[in-house]
């Protein structure tokens, strides 16, 4: 099948193998997110039940994944959603304002995104130093923003080093958890349900959204490969491959963390735990392994805001310099040409996202992302598959249509369950997107007031 696609600027070289694909993926999946919500999951459903949670959500990104896999395999070019949703609703129609509102969501989900690794930061940091106050925890967080942002206020062309030395650290300090737990497992504490654990309740139903949602940002990066089609080799192959692959990786990884925490911790003291990794690793080892691992989790949250403000300062920029956004994102620093405004913005943003708790955070980052994106890409699908037979050699999702309904129906359920305010942040961004596009459109005679 062909599509009418972004021109970009430039060919890029598809230089990223089917290995490198997959690290491109889990580099991006594997974070400072585990280490800091397995509390909030277990509040959300109250007891180690929660871990029907980390398997739904599991089971709802892999659908998704099918999602992102079929379309990027369909459009193996660089852009990800913004040109799914722009084919998907119409490149000369209702795709336009649908992907304007994709680039409009980064500029709440990218200081979201950027803040959830400073508070995590902040309360890893509390490990070290106890008796530091909710204040000076606040304080913490927003000066790891803007310390990040200063750094990134040059020249810097690529991080793969600081990523890299992440991740390795992340996967590093998950299999030290795993391993503890093999060694100091006790099934009696792991499925210590409560009375009344399994009983359909709406409490229960509320609860498993809300633990479902958290395990979703848990499990996050696996389309990262659709951000970099244009520099994958084989992509119809590769992309899906990476996508799946990197999903089931990962989650076995965290399912097993997770279960191996819990059958060393109370359920009734971890669900309070501010910094569970050390809490975990002290009850096993002593305090060194608490302070040690406390250490290893600091570095990744830094890294982990420094390179999400770094690649979430570029999308408005990039889209914005080629006239699909506001132009005033489009601006370049003058003599070291990079995007000043675009990097103030997150930062700025990130610093006012680290007054809001971690559970916040995460909440209204899921819900902006299901509203905006990972729903409507369901939708795309369905409309570019009655267009479009699709060629041979690209992916098809097996079973058609009923991942996509499972994750559609998936991510309306988390949305629901996230509450009223959260739904309301969500609707209220995506009138405002609206407003902002149509009033843009009118200006520069794009659809639907072009002039023919």
């Not at 902040?122 to 200063?150: D, K």
């Not at 498993?208 to 951000?227: E, H, K, M």
Request: with cysteine.
């Amino acid at each position: 099948m062909t599509y009418s696609i972004l021109k970009e600027p430039a060919k890029l070289e598809r230089e990223i193998g089917p290995v490198g694909a997959i690290s491109a993926n889990i580099l991006n999946m594997v974070g400072v997110g585990p280490f800091l919500t397995i509390p909030l999951a277990l509040a959300a459903m109250g007891g180690p039940q929660a871990m029907i949670g980390w398997v739904l959500g599991a089971v709802l990104c892999l659908c998704d994944g099918m999602v992102w896999a079929e379309l990027g395999s369909a459009m193996p070019a660089s852009g990800g959603s913004y040109t799914y949703l722009l084919q998907g609703f119409g490149a000369r129609g209702w795709g336009l304002p649908m992907s304007f509102l994709f680039l409009w969501q980064t500029l709440l989900t990218g200081p979201l995104s950027i803040a959830t690794g400073a508070v995590g930061f902040s309360q890893y940091m509390g490990f070290i130093t106890p008796r530091m106050t909710a204040h000076e925890g606040v304080a913490l967080a927003v000066a790891v923003c803007l310390f990040n942002t200063f750094l990134l206020y040059r020249d810097i062309r690529s991080i793969d080093r600081i990523a890299i030395l992440i991740t390795t650290i992340v996967i590093a300090t998950c299999c030290w958890i795993i391993g503890s737990g093999v060694l100091h497992f006790r099934a009696t504490r792991a499925f210590d349900f409560p009375a009344g654990a399994f009983r359909m309740t709406r409490g229960f139903w509320v609860g498993l959204g809300a633990t479902s949602l958290i395990a979703v940002y848990d499990y996050g990066g696996y389309n990262n490969v659709c951000l970099l089609g244009g520099e994958v080799r084989h992509p119809r192959k590769n992309i899906p491959r990476a996508v799946l692959l990197s999903i089931c990786l990962v989650a076995v990884l965290y399912l097993l963390m997770n279960v191996s925490i819990l059958g060393a911790l109370d359920w009734h003291v971890a669900q309070h735990s501010q910094a569970i990794a050390a809490d975990y690793m002290q009850l096993v080892y002593g305090h060194w392994a608490g302070l040690v691992v406390s250490v290893l989790i600091l570095m990744v949250s830094f890294g982990g805001v420094f390179a999400n403000m770094l690649g979430y300062s570029r999308v408005p920029y990039a889209a914005a310099a080629d006239g699909r956004f506001l132009k005033i994102f489009g601006r370049l620093h003058a003599k070291d040409r990079f995007p000043t405004v675009s990097l103030l913005f997150m930062g700025a943003l990130s610093c006012v996202a680290c007054l809001f708790s971690l559970e916040e955070l995460i909440k209204v980052l899921i819900v902006v992302q299901a509203v905006f994106q990972f729903a409507a890409q369901c939708v795309a699908l369905v409309l570019i598959r009655k267009r479009h037979a699709g060629a041979a050699d690209t992916y098809r999702m097996p079973l058609y249509p009923l991942p996509v309904a499972i994750a559609l129906l998936g991510w309306v359920y988390i949305v629901l369950s996230s509450g009223a305010r959260n739904i309301a942040i969500g609707l209220g961004m995506a009138v405002a997107g609206f407003g902002v596009y149509f009033i843009k459109a009118k200006h520069g005679g794009e659809w639907p007031f072009e002039t023919l």
